[in-house]
């Protein structure tokens, strides 16, 4: 996938999830009374958490996805992707501690670093079962970025917001949200998605990842 193409995919995918959130904040604008206010933050609760776990999974693997259309070796990149590429010799090297074996291994991990670099996405990152702050900035930093302050400041928001507000509809409790609540969530995921579209625009485009 060239730079280009990678723009358009990641434009398009920011537009249309961006898009359906601001439908919620319309509907919010144009007034709706109960019960059908509580149905509307409800579902705003749990897709403002949907489309930013999704944005999250879509951009990053097209950003993989870039890497690989480069046709670059595995050691001219930075060394979360390299070792996403080698994981299994570490998983082959975790099996065995005798040491001619293990020599072995890492002649092999020498060998790979000298490979064309082509990986799945879900090999260099995992959203697991919940997009925490943590398990964001894991797979912020397993694609050789840098966890920016803006995600910092919102490390607490990501938590107790949008990943315990979306579980608690998710599982069945019949708790409320009010109309200042679900806008506060619509546009802080507008808000992050924006941030890590810009960053992964800039990464390819200053090809980011890259060892220094």
């Given at each position: 996938m060239d730079l280009e193409k990678f723009g358009d995919k990641i434009q398009r995918e920011l537009s249309l999830r961006k898009m359906e959130l601001s439908r919620f904040s319309i509907l919010f604008q144009e007034g709706t009374?109960?019960?059908?206010?509580?149905?509307?933050?409800?579902a705003a609760i749990v897709l403002s958490y949907a489309h930013w776990e999704g944005f999250v999974k879509s951009g990053s693997a097209?950003?993989?996805?870039?890497?690989?259309?480069?046709q670059l070796p595995v050691g001219s990149l930075k060394y979360p992707l390299q070792a996403a590429y080698v994981t299994s010799r570490f998983k082959q090297a975790a099996d065995s501690s005798k040491t001619t074996f293990l020599g072995d291994v890492l002649g092999l991990i020498d060998s790979?670093?000298?490979?064309?670099?082509?990986?799945?996405?879900?090999?260099?990152?995992?959203?697991?079962?919940?997009?925490?702050?943590?398990?964001?900035?894991?797979?912020?930093?397993?694609?050789g970025l840098d966890y920016l302050s803006e995600y910092e400041t919102r490390n607490a928001f990501m938590d107790e917001k949008l990943v315990h507000g979306r579980n608690k509809v998710a599982h069945g409790e019949l708790v409320q949200f009010d109309r200042q609540d679900a806008e506060e969530r619509l546009d802080a995921v507008r808000y992050l998605m924006d941030?890590?579209?810009?960053?992964?625009?800039?990464?390819?485009?200053?090809?980011?990842?890259l060892a220094s």
């Open positions: 009374e109960r019960p059908h206010l509580d149905l509307l933050c409800r097209f950003y993989v996805k870039h890497i690989n259309g480069r790979d670093r000298k490979a064309i670099f082509s990986a799945k996405p879900e090999k260099c990152f995992d959203t697991e079962s919940n997009l925490s702050s943590s398990v964001f900035k894991a797979l912020v930093l397993g694609l941030h890590y579209s810009d960053q992964l625009l800039d990464a390819a485009r200053d090809e980011a990842y």
